[in-house]
């Protein structure tokens, strides 16, 4: 009988794969790759058309002499690394680390599934192939032009900030987007709006005025209505002048509904979810990081121990862009749907297409690899972050079998004098996938009706409510809105976007603080050289074009050392001009006017893990630092000191006084030493204008008129 070899890359997935296969089956682990580009150097050869130079990784010298000894016990070898890219380029290195493709008399096969289940490793065995080398050049390429950026660019900002610190090539584009984004937020001036809203009652008719003397009075809720404008279209009010204009052509006018509109609305239901959108929801439901969300998945993709079940895997492989099902899971879910939920519930053939995008190495999307097993059945087998986020994969996918939710809606228009009010509401008449999945935004039925209304209906006008409003800036990116951006713009894949967010929040180009990513300072730092000197490096473009061209190897269309040929010469170019720009540039250990108490020395100003402090150049002899505090020549509004610019502990800069703690002034935008004419606030520099601190006020100054 022939022996069999099944190396995988995890040791997770080794006891819950043996279980599946016969006793002349060894399965083994590499422990992810084995061979990689040595770190000392740039690891590949420029003079010899870029080719790689790879070297055994640390530590992995007695996995590989373990698996050599497997492997000569071994008739059969399957490579059953991950179903992608990198899982292609394992393979293609063990292959070479063990000399598979030398060694005669052994069969080596490349084999992967999607789910670790008993029929699906038993069918990847079925279906044996060789290793694509269009996914491994892909794999080398994207390594390679990585290696690039990171070790040509990284020694100019060890020089001109601090060691320690790096580029890369999609983690220097996502630091752009951040600090882009921080500056839109900076120069956003609010623009002041009212709303005007009016609540109606219907008109008392004949009989009911009869009554009122012997029956108690009923109260009615009134129809809240929010104004729109007039007959020749929208209006906006900008003022409360516009409001008051209003106000004054709505006394005692009279109110009729003008127009009801009646109808259906159907709500459809959530694919499933795709590495980006399991990281978006479980960070706005679970409130997860990315890479917690990835490392959680991964356990429950290698396997865990359920009760009356064993070690299983409860789904599918979960770095993917695609939202196509396979057959047999979509029948699978039907089925539980029509006998759980009733027939009813089954959604119609529609939600057997793919999304029709293009589709990373063709895989599905991340399900439960058994629907039938519920969360309720593997709650107690799970740790409850497991549990949670199990749920959340398995009513998705449940959902996107459904039918869509169906609402009954009503739209009034009213007619009040010469101007017109709206008002809508509506009502759940199925909630098809929403008796398993409703997201944290749906709302809520309407709690009026609107069913007694038809046109000509008269009404009374109660009350009027008017509020004042200011526009918001954009929001602040999270890191579920930051994976969401990077997918969008076409920046990395679905395996690089935790890695990437992790590594500028460990870098601390970037602090997280109530969800919210924010540059800190060290990272405006390091954004600026490299739009200064690596334009296009960071140009959101240009790294979603260098994506498509990986696509492209991936697929075989272009030649991996073309990209690498044509990338290469301009790098080096610009990296030579940088070295030479960034020689006059002194960005650390400036002078300052600081003297250490200890020794007399002016202190010098450097960057640490939180930005600027200061510290004493007569270092080791004296070892005296303190924080750097950036006066900015404006009076405390609160007790006349001065104001300095300081550090949240996760580097996020804001305005404080310099008698802090004692006086606890605070804020995120730079005072100014003007006060609003108009309320006397404090105002803060907003882009090239003034804009007082009081929001309810809002008067703006343009900085050139400012006196």
Not at 48 to 62: C, L, M, S, V
Not at 135 to 155: C, E, F, H, K, N
Not at 443 to 462: A, F, R, Y
């Amino acid at each position: 009988m022939a022996n069999y070899l099944v190396i995988v890359e995890s040791p997770a997935k080794v006891k819950t794969i043996r279980k599946f296969l016969g006793t002349n089956y060894e399965v083994d682990a590499s422990g992810g790759h084995v061979r990689d580009l040595p770190k000392s150097q740039l690891g590949f050869d420029v003079e010899n058309d870029f080719e790689p130079k790879y070297i055994t990784i640390r530590g992995k010298g007695d996995v590989l002499a373990r698996l050599r000894k497997e492997v000569k016990k071994a008739d059969v070898i399957y490579l059953a690394t991950d179903p992608d890219r990198e899982g292609e380029a394992i393979s293609w290195h063990l292959m070479k680390a063990l000399k598979l493709d030398e060694i005669e008399g052994k069969k080596v096969y490349r084999i992967s599934f999607n789910e670790i289940t008993k029929n699906a490793v038993k069918a990847s065995l079925k279906a044996p192939r060789q290793l694509d080398m269009n996914l491994v050049d892909a794999q080398q390429t994207r390594r390679i032009l990585d290696r690039m950026v990171g070790y040509r660019i990284s020694p100019l900002l060890w020089a001109k900030v601090k060691r320690g610190l790096s580029a890369g090539r999609v983690q220097s584009v996502a630091l752009r987007m951040i600090c882009d984004r921080e500056e839109e937020i900076a120069a956003f001036i609010p623009e002041e709006f009212w709303e005007l809203e009016a609540d109606f009652l219907p008109c008392p008719d004949s009989a009911a005025e009869h009554r009122k003397a012997s029956a108690p009075k009923s109260r009615k809720k009134p129809l809240s209505a929010r104004f729109s404008g007039d007959g020749d279209g929208k209006i906006a009010l900008c003022s409360k002048e516009d409001v008051d204009k209003i106000l004054e052509k709505l006394k005692d006018c009279r109110c009729v509904v003008s127009e009801v509109k009646r109808g259906e609305r159907i709500r459809k239901a959530p694919v499933p979810f795709t590495t980006s959108t399991l990281q978006q929801e479980a960070s706005k439901v679970l409130n997860f990081s990315t890479q917690k969300t990835m490392r959680l998945a991964q356990q429950l993709y290698e396997g865990v121990a359920v009760k009356g079940h064993g070690t299983i895997g409860l789904i599918t492989y979960l770095r993917t862009d695609s939202t196509r099902v396979a057959e047999e899971a979509d029948q699978a879910a039907r089925s539980y749907i029509g006998a759980v939920y009733g027939p009813d519930y089954v959604a119609g053939e529609e939600t057997r297409k793919t999304n029709g995008a293009k589709i990373q190495d063709a895989h599905e999307a991340i399900r439960p690899t058994d629907i039938s097993l519920t969360p309720a059945q593997v709650k107690e087998s799970l740790a409850r972050d497991q549990f949670r986020l199990y749920q959340l994969i398995w009513k998705r996918f449940a959902a996107s079998r459904m039918c869509p939710a169906v609402y009954g809606t009503v739209g009034v228009k009213v007619k009040a004098g010469e101007y017109y009010f709206n008002l809508s509401a509506s009502r759940r008449l199925f909630d098809g996938f929403m008796s398993v999945y409703v997201d944290e935004e749906e709302q809520e039925d309407s709690d009026v009706s609107l069913e007694d209304l038809t046109e000509g209906t008269e009404l009374l006008l109660s009350e009027l409510k008017e509020s004042q409003h200011f526009t918001q800036p954009p929001a602040h990116y999270t890191e579920a809105s930051l994976v969401k951006a990077l997918e969008e713009e076409g920046i990395g894949r679905p395996s690089t976007y935790a890695p990437t967010i992790t590594t500028i929040l460990a870098r601390r180009y970037v602090a997280k603080e109530n969800r919210n990513l924010y540059v800190t300072e060290l990272g405006e730092v390091v954004n600026r050289i490299m739009k200064e000197n690596f334009s296009s490096i960071v140009d959101v473009r240009f790294t979603a074009n260098m994506e498509y061209l990986l696509d492209r190897v991936a697929d075989g269309t272009v030649d991996w050392k073309t990209v690498v040929r044509n990338f290469y010469p301009d790098l080096d170019e610009a990296v030579k001009q940088a070295e030479k720009d960034l020689e006059t540039v002194t960005i650390a250990d400036e002078v300052s006017d600081e003297v250490c108490e200890l020794c007399g020395r002016n202190m010098v100003i450097k960057y640490g893990p939180h930005g600027k402090f200061l510290a004493c150049p007569g270092f080791p002899e004296c070892k005296n630092t303190k924080p750097y505090l950036e006066k900015i020549g404006v009076p405390c509004p609160k007790c006349g000191g001065e104001i300095v610019a300081r550090k949240t502990k996760k580097g996020r800069r804001y305005y404080g006084c310099e008698h802090s703690p004692e006086c606890d002034f605070l804020s995120w935008q730079k005072p100014s030493a003007i006060s609003c004419p108009k309320c006397g606030s404090f105002m803060v520099e907003k882009g090239n204008k003034l804009l007082c601190s009081n929001e309810a006020c809002g008067y703006t100054l343009s900085m050139n008129t400012k006196s």
